[in-house]
């Protein structure tokens, strides 16, 4: 697996149930877009995490490779800003957490705004109590199925690949397929274990993919803690002191928990559109107008969004060569460690808060296949790694086999063939475990969360 300066390149998605649940009151019709973007975004993330084990040029930006030093082709259409989003599907991680912060603040903050304190306080409580089952049961029933998996030897191609690689791409961490099954249990439970602490992340052997569910839980606590201090604050000293709190992450490198905050203003700015959305509409004899987009609006923020997703496309290798990043990795501050990183969180930022503001930019994220990648987001997440390792790099070679690998077209051929199997598994799997795990974990938080309540 890539990972960029030391930064992850994949993500855990937003959970459907939390839309459900934390947009109760507010318009669905005005949130649908939010599902529909993480449903594509992790489409991305599963296209990026097979394709990266057979390709190297995409990690450059258009331009970005040197004539000399890394011998790889550097003009590839897949390599322009914005169409690099499909096939490195990593920046989606700041897409995701940005994401989060959106879903998990647009309740809190509605009941903050009408100062519904008791619904606020049963609110948080409920999230708090509820997230770490949210997000752990699914992935440990996926988990377990991995173990088994390797008990019965399903592993035991992407084992052997892994220590002798034989494609051109990436080699993601592989666990080891042990000799007895004692061992294989006790190596997975002790990871496992280690992975339920928030405190330490991990790259989880049996599946790498996961460690930003450690992250996903720990930044949605300081999250809620925000939430709560902020809660009584007059609604403009908590958008000033939002934007402050976002900067400030931002400068010490705290990205990921900046993108938390960052989905938290999203959140109020989409409550205070929504409620001018509902004023009554002026009267014929004055000079106000109803609240719509002018022609200059529109253009503002389609610059507001290309700019965000411009940034989004930083490229993970050779950067400070690449046409136009270059520049501005010249001029940024040395104590930027990563400009990878905080140029690529940033473009999250920016990207969903011009779709926010233009609802015209939100079309394709409303359609109903959007929506439904939305839906089986999460499931797709924590099942589409182990389907890449058991299926993929089997199926690549049996591929090659039968169309070749000689030339660039029947390389890619190949690489395509099984990607479209391995894509009708993923979404299969995804929905099945959907409806058999993921909704049900949802309904056993709650059950849970009214037993013990007081």
């Not at 496309?313 to 400009?339: C, M, N, V």
């Not at 839906?375 to 390792?389: C, E, R």
Request: some cysteine; hydrophobic content about 50%; aromatic content about 16%.
């Amino acid at each position: 697996m890539v990972f960029s300066t030391q930064g992850g390149l994949d993500a855990a998605p937003l959970l459907r149930a939390e839309f459900d649940e934390k947009l109760e009151g507010f318009r669905q019709s005005s949130v649908a877009w939010l599902d529909g973007l993480r449903g594509i975004a992790a489409f991305f993330v599963f296209i990026y995490h097979f394709q990266h084990e057979y390709h190297k040029a995409y990690n450059f930006g258009y331009g970005g490779a040197g004539p000399d030093k890394h011998g790889l082709e550097d003009h590839w259409l897949i390599q322009l800003p914005i169409i690099r989003l499909i096939f490195t599907g990593g920046p989606m991680v700041s897409v995701f957490w940005v994401l989060s912060g959106i879903s998990l603040s647009l309740k809190p903050i509605k009941l903050a705004r009408s100062q519904s304190w008791d619904k606020f306080f049963d609110t948080m409580f409920s999230s708090v109590f509820r997230r770490m089952l949210r997000l752990y049961i699914p992935v440990f029933f996926v988990q377990v199925c991995v173990l088994l998996a390797t008990l019965f030897g399903l592993y035991n191609n992407a084992h052997r690949l892994s220590k002798d690689w034989p494609f051109y791409g990436t080699n993601e961490v592989q666990h080891e397929v042990k000799d007895s099954a004692v061992a294989q249990i006790a190596d997975w439970s002790l990871t496992m274990w280690k992975f339920l602490n928030p405190f330490v992340p991990i790259r989880p052997k049996y599946d790498v993919h996961l460690w930003t569910i450690q992250l996903e839980y720990r930044n949605s606590i300081v999250l809620f803690a925000t939430l709560i201090g902020y809660a009584k604050l007059k609604a403009h000293i908590r958008v000033y002191l939002t934007i402050a709190l976002y900067a400030f992450l931002v400068l010490i490198e705290q990205g990921d928990v900046g993108l938390f905050i960052a989905g938290m203003g999203c959140a109020e700015f989409l409550l205070i559109l929504d409620e001018r959305s509902k004023k009554p509409l002026p009267s014929p004899t004055t000079d106000s107008f109803p609240d719509t987009q002018s022609r200059r609006s529109r253009f503002s923020w389609a610059i507001v969004y290309v700019l965000g997703l411009w940034l989004l496309s930083w490229p993970a290798w050779g950067g400070e060569r690449t046409p136009g990043y270059g520049t501005i990795q010249a001029l940024t501050p040395s104590f930027i460690k990563s400009a990878e990183l905080t140029y690529q969180r940033l473009g999250a930022a920016v990207t969903l808060l011009g779709l926010c503001g233009a609802p015209f930019l939100r079309v394709p994220f409303e359609h109903p296949l959007s929506v439904y990648l939305g839906k089986i987001s999460f499931p797709l997440y924590i099942v589409h790694g182990p389907i890449n390792h058991i299926v993929g790099e089997a199926l690549v070679p049996f591929f090659w086999d039968l169309v070749g690998d000689e030339s660039l077209v029947r390389y890619e051929f190949g690489v395509f063939l099984a990607w479209i199997v391995c894509a009708v598994l993923v979404v299969w799997s995804a929905d099945v475990v959907m409806r058999v795990v993921d909704g049900p974990s949802v309904r056993f938080g709650r059950w849970l969360q009214n037993r013990w309540a007081v």
